[in-house]
């Protein structure tokens, strides 16, 4: 079995290290690495699910802690952690790759791309094609060019805007700041604040970091627990 994975989201690298027990999987995405740059909150629910993939080494370096709204965590380490698991299993990720076009091709689909600079096939047979979300809210932003018809989109949750800045902790909270969705304290000394739309308020010292993307309109669905739920009934739905 061939299995395509569109996107280089979470979501795309929890599929892939399913399916790479019944095949080969292949995900293109379109940027240098996948999760950069960082359009999630970093926020773990149930921080025992990470032990089925990732070592204690790797779990350390996210920084856990605990908070009301869940463990907030380095969700750049979260990616690049779980990129190395699924490429270790021998999932083929192709990062700076764009899918062009799709069509039929006998039993299977055939997906064309791009090529990166290094030394790639552009063309791949296809047995099941799966489309998974972009969260980059860029406009102008290139995208992959998908076949509707010819793949399985991984979801078909309500996506809005989410702007998310970062901050020391030692200058949280301001007593200005509107009340966040989410409020993230990791154990690096730093804490995520995330709201709905557009920025709403810029701390007097500034932001460490911000990021802007689409992401579920509920934050329910903003956990890693939560995208492995949608996977796991995902999976189950398709193989059913």
């Known amino acids: 079995m061939n299995v395509c994975i569109i996107g280089g ?9 399913h399916y790479q027990k019944k095949g080969i999987v292949s995900i293109f995405e379109i940027d240098a690495e996948l ?27 996210l920084k856990l802690s605990p908070n009301p709204d869940g463990w907030g965590c380095r969700w750049e380490w979260v990616m690049k952690h779980m990129t190395t698991v699924a490429a270790s299993m021998g999932v083929n990720i192709y990062p700076r790759t764009r899918v062009l076009s799709m069509r039929q091709h006998g039993e299977t689909t055939r997906v064309l791309t791009t090529k990166n600079e290094r030394h790639q096939p552009t063309e791949f047979d296809a047995d099941l094609i799966i489309s998974t979300r972009e969260t980059s809210g860029k406009p102008g932003r290139l995208q992959h060019v ?3 018809s010819l793949v399985i989109s991984f979801t078909n949750q309500e996506y809005v805007q989410w702007f998310g800045g970062t901050l020391l902790t030692l200058h949280h909270p301001f007593s200005s700041m509107p009340t966040p969705a989410l409020t993230l304290s990791r154990s690096d000394g730093q804490t995520e604040v995330w709201w709905q739309g557009e920025c709403p308020w810029t701390p007097p010292t500034g932001y460490l970091e ?19 739920h949608r996977v796991n009934d995902f999976v189950n739905s398709v193989d059913d």
């Open 9 to 17: 989201t979470l979501e795309a690298l929890l599929l892939a290290i």
């Open 35 to 61: 999760g950069l740059p960082i359009a999630h909150p970093g926020r773990v629910l149930d921080p025992t699910l990470l032990d089925e993939y990732l070592t204690q080494d790797q779990i350390e370096f």
């Open 210 to 228: 911000t990021c802007l993307g689409l992401l579920p309109f509920s934050v329910d669905a903003l956990s890693f627990d939560a995208i492995l």
């Open 146 to 148: 998908v076949d509707e």
